[in-house]
């Protein structure tokens, strides 16, 4: 008997290895060679890593004008050694243009690379999302169903699809008559105040207070507002 449970056991395990993309062992591998290749980089290149978004306004980047003008100055102090500014070193400065060189290709390549990692991302998401979605529609069908611990799990998912208000953000005219039509019939609870203002001689000033939520009976208008 005892060997039986141990078979059955060993067979769930081995059907649900079987499920596991075998991509994941890849990708945990990739993790660890870019991380150790970061930590390689920082330390031979010497990088700066707390540059900060006004820091990095303040630099010149390397873009197809600029780096032109980087490498027609390193070919005319190189010819004409006769103009070099004083206290320069043309080989400092043809040292840095090759690493410049060096590291244009590797951020062209990294940037290929990251391309092809979003985009699998972008796909893989978008598989999910559809198998999300299907739970999802099979919870909101079993909930309508009244099957028994239905509707908590479907509106544990249904938060995901309303649209959240800034608490400072006025409520628009449809979101008010919706809210409303809710306490009329009793699928909500909360309450709407509406104050407005009228001084003497500036416009008048409006106020909307819109603090309508549904209670444990407002399943049934959850469903009729996604019908209609």
Not at 32 to 48: A, H, N, P, Q, R
Not at 88 to 102: G, K, P, W
């Amino acid at each position: 008997m005892t060997a039986k449970k141990n078979e059955s056991a060993a067979q769930k395990e081995t059907s649900k290895d079987n499920t596991i993309d075998p991509r994941i062992a890849l990708f945990d591998s990739l993790i660890s060679e870019v991380e150790t290749l970061i930590g390689y980089f920082m330390d031979g290149k010497d990088v700066e890593t707390t540059l900060t978004g006004t820091e990095r306004k303040r630099l010149f980047g390397a873009g197809v004008r600029n780096y032109g003008f980087i490498e027609k100055s390193l070919d005319i102090v190189e010819e004409n050694p006769d103009f070099v500014p004083p206290n320069f070193s043309i080989e400092a400065f043809a040292a840095r243009y090759h690493t410049l060189e060096e590291a244009r290709q590797l951020s062209w390549v990294l940037q290929q690379f990251l391309q092809m990692v979003n985009d699998f991302v972008l796909i893989t998401s978008d598989q999910c999302y559809r198998d999300a979605l299907r739970v999802y529609g099979n919870l909101r069908e079993q909930a309508r169903a009244r099957v028994a611990r239905a509707q908590p799990l479907f509106e544990a998912l249904l938060i995901f699809f309303r649209r959240r208000r800034h608490p400072e953000q006025e409520p628009t005219e449809k979101e008010l008559e919706r809210d409303f039509r809710r306490l009329l019939h009793r699928t909500a609870e909360g309450k709407i105040i509406i104050e407005n203002e009228m001084p003497h001689y500036i416009a008048g000033e409006r106020k909307v207070v819109d603090d309508v939520h549904k209670g444990h009976a407002a399943i049934k208008e959850t469903f009729e507002a996604e019908k209609s």
